[in-house]
């Protein structure tokens, strides 16, 4: 798909079911042999989990997405791919919900080799704020904010505390 023909995400209208399409490549000994030296696993048999088919599949559909927060994978493994061999992936929306008033969105992809065996299925859900990440142990309101600048002022008072925490330091 060209990048002129690429639309901007939008949750609210985003459809269960849509199919961003697929894309296939040939998996090399290379790309095999390096993904074996990376986990440190020389007979490591799934190397297409380190090429994210369903963020590259829903990215084949929209333009500019990226940043959500990956809140959990399922992956099913199948039959190993084998190099020199093409892969085909494709990639669908399974479903949309809110949780704790933050939208989430959940992708599948499924990836076959060009003899039709089934390599790997993968699901991942994808929570679409991450600026929202963290936010529960921000300070609301000025007493916490006020009691954690206590906290820390009494912290950097003792000469010792920032030692047994494994802090080092600055200017000394």
């Keep these: 798909m060209a990048d002129s023909q690429l639309r901007k995400f939008d949750y609210e209208t985003a459809e269960i079911g849509e199919e961003p399409g697929s894309f296939d490549y040939v998996l090399t000994q290379e790309m095999l042999d390096n993904y074996r030296r990376a986990v440190e696993d020389p007979d490591a048999n799934f190397p297409t989990i380190a090429a994210r088919h369903d963020s590259t599949a829903l990215g084949m559909l929209y333009e500019g997405y990226?940043?959500?927060?990956?809140?959990?994978?399922?992956?099913?493994?199948?039959?190993?791919?084998?190099?020199?061999?093409?892969?085909?992936?494709?990639?669908?929306?399974?479903?949309?919900?809110?949780?704790?008033?933050?939208?989430?969105?959940?992708?599948?992809?499924?990836?076959?080799?060009?003899?039709?065996?089934?390599?790997?299925?993968?699901?991942?859900?994808?929570?679409?704020?991450?600026?929202?990440?963290?936010?529960?142990?921000?300070?609301?309101?000025?007493k916490s904010a006020g009691y954690l600048r206590r906290s820390a002022d009494n912290l950097n008072a003792s000469p010792n505390s920032g030692l047994q925490m494994g802090i080092v330091p600055s200017g000394g």
Excluded: C
């Excluded at 990226?66 to 669908?92: D, L, M, Q, Y």
């Excluded at 003899?115 to 993968?122: A, Q, R, Y």
């Design 66 to 142: 990226a940043g959500p927060v990956n809140s959990g994978n399922e992956v099913e493994f199948h039959n190993p791919p084998i190099p020199r061999r093409r892969i085909k992936v494709t990639g669908r929306i399974a479903d949309k919900y809110q949780r704790r008033e933050k939208p989430y969105l959940v992708i599948e992809a499924t990836a076959v080799d060009d003899d039709g065996h089934i390599l790997e299925k993968t699901r991942t859900y994808q929570m679409l704020k991450p600026d929202e990440l963290g936010k529960k142990w921000q300070p609301q309101d000025q």
